[in-house]
């Protein structure tokens, strides 16, 4: 079997990398931007960063900003009316997963609109088309939905969420540039940071990982591991790594898949709204304890990663609990809760099921049943 390997077009990095999006948009032809952002990205002037070169070198665009932490069905609907309300031919995401993914599934439905209803893309959907041209502009430093395939839209009426997994969404362009999440709050940027670590992490053990992303995974755990404190308190070095590091994380993930954490984190802000790198920091070190039979020695390297000194005078135990110690350690460093608010016996069942039913379940290196999950849920009790 052929391993793939996906990137975006082009991707820029490093601080004052947004005004190459002028030069990109120029150098496409583009004519009008959709700019898919968040309110609180323009309450604080955050998304106004990239407007700014926009109306400066007189680029039209429209901005739709209906978009939602755990982005929803509707969302993305009235996304797609807006594209066209705009006469837009390409779209500028600044913002988390939540703008990013809004943005590509937008642009999957506009040039397949035979998958308008948005539940029809939930997996490996068949599309046929690349979706519009996207430029993406992350504002976290976590997700990587700027260089990665998937993306995951809630379905509040089955309180639910999905994840879809398409080559045909992959944004052209990449504008990775640490200025953009200064002011990122401290807890958002623990909370993106430790998804950005479950992603390196899961990519690094999940069933389909090969050389290539064990090399992008075993980096980014590094970068993540040196980088994420300095990130909470703001330093230019702790942001320039995180920004960094979460795409590289992605580099890897995006091309083999992740695990029942990420399926628990779905399924935990499907229901009780639980920001997204918040659950996966909380089921991390525990899915990591579920897992570690069935990983070799990776937990070494990932000790190794995390800057555990000594892990080649260890034990295969103790190596592997170096490994897992310093992952909940980050967390706890960075100020991440180890409970789930309101999560009742009664729901462990419904959380259970939908967990085993998600798409990055098949690649955990360990199946896991629904009574697993459900020993796995009580734990965040």
Request: glycine share 8%.
């Amino acid at each position: 079997m052929a391993n793939r390997i996906m990137l975006n077009q082009t991707s820029y990095h490093g601080a004052g990398a947004i005004a190459e999006i002028v030069s990109e948009a120029k150098a496409q032809g583009f004519q009008k931007a959709l700019v898919c952002t968040d309110p609180d990205l323009i309450k604080f002037n955050v998304a106004s960063k990239v407007t700014d070169l926009l109306d400066k070198e007189g680029l039209a665009y429209e901005i739709y900003s209906d978009i939602k932490a755990n982005p929803t069905i509707q969302n993305v609907q009235n996304g797609v009316a807006a594209f066209k309300n705009a006469d837009a031919d390409y779209i500028i995401a600044i913002g988390g997963g939540s703008s990013m993914d809004t943005a590509k599934a937008i642009g999957i439905i506009i040039n397949n609109p035979e998958f308008e209803d948005v539940r029809s893309l939930e997996g490996v959907a068949p599309t046929k088309k690349p979706c519009v041209p996207i430029i993406a502009v992350p504002t976290t430093a976590g997700t990587a939905a700027e260089v990665t395939i998937n993306y995951v839209i809630t379905d509040v009426e089955k309180k639910r969420k999905f994840v879809c997994v398409d080559p045909h969404d992959m944004p052209i362009v990449a504008i990775v540039d640490p200025d953009m999440t200064a002011t990122m709050p401290k807890s958002l940027t623990a909370a993106t940071g430790m998804d950005a670590l479950t992603h390196a992490i899961e990519g690094y053990t999940t069933k389909a990982a090969w050389e290539m992303t064990d090399m992008f995974h075993l980096k980014a755990i590094e970068i993540i591991a040196r980088s994420l404190r300095g990130a909470c308190e703001n330093t230019s070095e702790g942001r320039e790594g995180m920004a960094l590091g979460q795409y590289i994380a992605g580099m890897g993930f995006s091309n083999v898949g992740l695990g029942i954490a990420h399926s628990m984190a779905h399924t935990l802000g499907a229901v009780y709204d639980t920001p997204h790198g918040v659950a996966c920091a909380m089921m991390l070190p525990i899915v990591m304890e579920y897992n570690q039979e069935c990983t070799g020695e990776k937990y070494r390297e990932i000790a190794r990663a995390m800057g555990v000194k000594g892990v080649d005078d260890m034990t295969q135990e103790e190596y592997r609990k170096a490994a897992i110690d310093a992952v909940r350690q980050l967390s706890v460093d960075v100020g991440i809760p180890t409970k789930v608010n309101g999560l009742k016996e009664e729901d462990l069942q419904f959380l259970a099921e939908s967990a085993h039913a998600d798409a990055c379940a098949p690649g955990n290196p360990k199946e896991a049943s629904v009574e697993d999950f459900i020993a796995l849920f009580r734990k965040v009790m």
